[in-house]
């Protein structure tokens, strides 16, 4: 049996955790992802589970209640008929196709080269949410052909290296290419569905030394974090959106995007050990 102790301290972690990312998807927008994986790592390294799988764990219980939130989003989405499923049924394949070479990828690397992936990948959207301007464009359509064989892979790919669903990397592709903000966000999420699921099935694979794990893990998935967290965010992701709608989501966006530049930089600085 689990120590009592520890279990309890875990559950508060996790239910600030998931509040927090609760509100934080509802005021900005954002994916729970990119603030899970992080909060995720200090909370199992401060109980005692820093193991060299300790990134897999944070990436594949993160990347499982994305799984949750984001077929709750498309369901919303598609009742306002925001959902482009053209572009989704097109970009599909690729996206799954990169999520399982993610998967596997992830899989094979220690936790402090995925850190240093994070680290660095999460300098790039923080960056641009902090100077990125909604009129830039690459093109007036979403890429077909070879640019779209190329480009839909590795979507999916960095996508589970950084244990985050659709949105930090398809909103501003979609949006770069001509998207509407709204439909690239609904459809975004359906982008979040292809990533999560053919990843969480091969993460539940994974063997992972149960010493090294928190308790009630299975594969590389702890189901404490799953359950709370999405309990958590479905109380307080509502309580965001109210707030974003009551002030000016544009300067806490800047705000954010300096909060994730700092957490990158931690996770670089841990990555080679300074």
Not at 114 to 130: E, K, N
Not at 239 to 263: E, N, Q, W, Y
């Amino acid at each position: 049996m689990p120590d009592t102790s520890l279990l309890l301290m875990m559950l508060v972690m996790l239910m600030v955790i998931g509040g927090f990312a609760g509100v934080l998807a509802g005021l900005l927008g954002v994916g729970g992802g990119i603030v899970l994986v992080p909060a995720f790592f200090y909370a199992f390294q401060t109980l005692g589970y820093d193991g060299p799988q300790l990134m897999q764990m944070c990436l594949a219980t993160s990347l499982a209640t994305i799984i949750v939130t984001s077929v709750r989003s498309v369901l919303s989405h598609n009742r306002k008929g925001a959902v482009d499923w053209d572009i989704l049924k097109g970009w599909a394949p690729g996206i799954a196709i990169g999520a399982v070479v993610g998967m596997l990828t992830a899989a094979s690397l220690r936790s402090g080269t995925l850190q240093g992936i994070f680290g660095v990948l999460a300098l790039v959207i923080g960056t641009y949410m902090g100077f990125g301007r909604a009129d830039w464009r690459l093109g007036q359509a979403m890429p077909k052909g070879l640019g779209r064989v190329v480009t839909s892979p590795l979507v999916g790919f960095l996508s589970v290296l950084m244990g985050i669903g659709g949105g930090s990397f398809g909103v501003p592709l979609m949006s770069l290419f001509n998207i509407p903000i709204h439909r690239a966000v609904a459809t975004a999420a359906g982008f979040g569905v292809i990533i999560a699921v053919p990843s969480v099935l091969g993460f539940l694979m994974l063997p992972i030394d149960p010493a090294q794990r928190p308790p009630f893990t299975i594969g590389a998935v702890n189901l404490v974090a799953f359950a709370v967290v999405i309990a958590m965010t479905l109380i307080t992701a509502p309580i965001g959106v109210r707030l974003a709608h009551s002030m000016d989501p544009k300067p806490l966006k800047r705000v954010f995007a300096v909060f994730l530049t700092l957490v990158a930089l931690n996770m670089l600085r841990k990555a080679f050990g300074l």
